[in-house]
């Protein structure tokens, strides 16, 4: 059974970064989309960023657009985000997921193959 298992959240201050990495371990996930997406306390899970097997195409939401980058290494069956300039407003537990779907379905609707557990980002001075 494959899992997600995401890290790298943590507290930062307002304009510094993060790297969050996300692995999918007990197998491998060939041809699959991933993406990230957060979900702030009291608000809905909403969609982040999200790459296709190839990295070809890659999509962002409006919020996090120009600040976070979106990559995979399908050697280490891994994905990453890279978040720079981060704001009060991006304080979220963050989640990977994968899907069969294409990587534009994602901006719209919820995968439902694969989620990681979640990993905290706090952005506060």
């Known amino acids: 059974q494959v899992q997600l298992i995401e890290s790298g959240g943590g507290l930062v201050p307002p304009g510094g970064s993060l790297r969050l990495s996300c692995a999918a371990s007990g197998g491998t996930l060939p041809y699959y989309s991933m993406g990230w997406f957060r979900q702030a306390p009291g608000k809905e899970r909403e969609f982040v960023a999200s790459?296709?097997?190839?990295?070809?195409?890659?999509y962002y939401a409006d919020s996090v657009k120009g600040r976070f980058t979106i990559s995979r290494s399908n050697d280490k069956n891994t994905v990453y985000l890279q978040m720079d300039t981060l704001r009060s407003e991006d304080t979220a537990v963050y989640y990977c997921a994968a899907d069969r779907a294409a990587a534009q379905t994602m901006t719209q609707f919820m995968p439902t193959d694969y989620w990681g557990q979640g990993t905290q980002v706090s952005v506060s001075s």
């Open positions: 790459i296709s097997w190839g990295g070809a195409n890659i």
